[in-house]
């Protein structure tokens, strides 16, 4: 039991470790250029994606790239205070209306559009919504 407990906790921290090995120089470098003043750059490598979670003057943002080391998209989480009044008014005249907010980030996308995403619950449902800054509503998506 006691070798069983060793192997699979040698496993474990062999998996932790391989998180924040072969991040694409490439992703390096645009990180690097786009955001200058980062702090606290902690990268991690999923199955899907490389993900950095960062600090700036904006505040702690999340920043992801493809597998080939493209830039995808950057999520900067904000207090709900900080909500639009635009996309206030339209979540409150939306189906979302009875939902509970979660959370709420401003995501920058590579296509240069710049979004508010409200991840929104009811009951075990939940789904970002999200809004152009005028308040309309772009698209919805499931979360897990």
């Known amino acids: 039991m006691k070798l069983l407990i060793f192997v699979v906790g040698m ?15 490439k992703s390096k470098d ?8 980062a702090k606290e750059v902690d990268w991690h490598n999923n199955l899907a994606d490389y993900q950095v979670k960062f600090r700036n003057k904006n505040g702690v943002q999340r920043a992801y790239y493809h597998m080939d080391g493209h830039w995808d998209f950057t999520e900067l989480y904000i207090d ?3 909500i639009p009044a635009a996309v206030n008014s339209s979540l409150t005249k939306s189906r979302f209306a009875e ?3 979660e959370s709420s980030a401003l995501v920058e996308n ?19 919504v999200f809004y152009d800054k005028s308040g309309k509503e772009v698209k919805t998506a499931v979360t897990t």
């Open 110 to 128: 590579n296509k240069g559009q710049k979004l508010y995403r409200l991840e929104m619950k009811k009951g075990i449902e939940k789904k970002y």
């Open 11 to 25: 496993f474990l921290t062999i998996s932790l470790e391989a998180q924040v090995v072969n991040i694409p120089q």
């Open 80 to 82: 709900k205070t900080k």
């Open 30 to 37: 645009h990180f690097a250029k786009k955001y200058p003043d």
């Open 99 to 101: 939902w509970s907010l």
